[in-house]
């Protein structure tokens, strides 16, 4: 499965962002699709995941309240939406997908879209 993931961009603290994340293969309806980040100079960190049916998600504390994974699987596309932006937001974001829902740990995952930029200025 190719993933690409687009939308980032740069905004103001306590603005919003909508990213994207859309799959080349109708097989993506049967992935958990997870969003991870990576700040300069810091580990790849997880930042939710979704089941295959949208029916779960799970978000990491730092995002929880802020942040929505959706995903709309006639159009293959996964979504985070994020709102109330933090300077510690900024990192490049990036898709995931994985047969198993619920993993954080970026090794576990199997496809990876190439990574969007999101800055968010203080």
């Known amino acids: 499965v190719q993933l690409q993931a687009f939308g980032g961009g740069l905004v103001q603290t306590g603005g919003s962002l909508r990213l994207s994340c859309a799959a080349s293969?109708?097989?993506?309806?049967?992935?958990?699709m997870g969003w991870f980040r990576q700040a300069p100079g810091k580990e790849r960190e997880f930042v939710g995941v979704?089941?295959?049916?949208?029916?779960?998600?799970s978000y990491a504390d730092s995002v929880k309240g802020r942040f929505t994974i959706s995903r709309d699987n006639a159009k293959m596309t996964v979504y985070l939406q994020m709102n109330s932006l933090k300077p510690e937001d900024t990192a490049v974001y990036y898709c995931a997908a994985d047969r198993n829902y619920g993993r954080t740990y970026p090794n576990e995952y199997e496809y990876w879209g190439q990574g969007t930029l999101v800055t968010v200025s203080s």
């Open positions: 293969e109708r097989t993506f309806n049967m992935y958990a």
């Open positions: 979704i089941s295959w049916n949208g029916g779960r998600t």
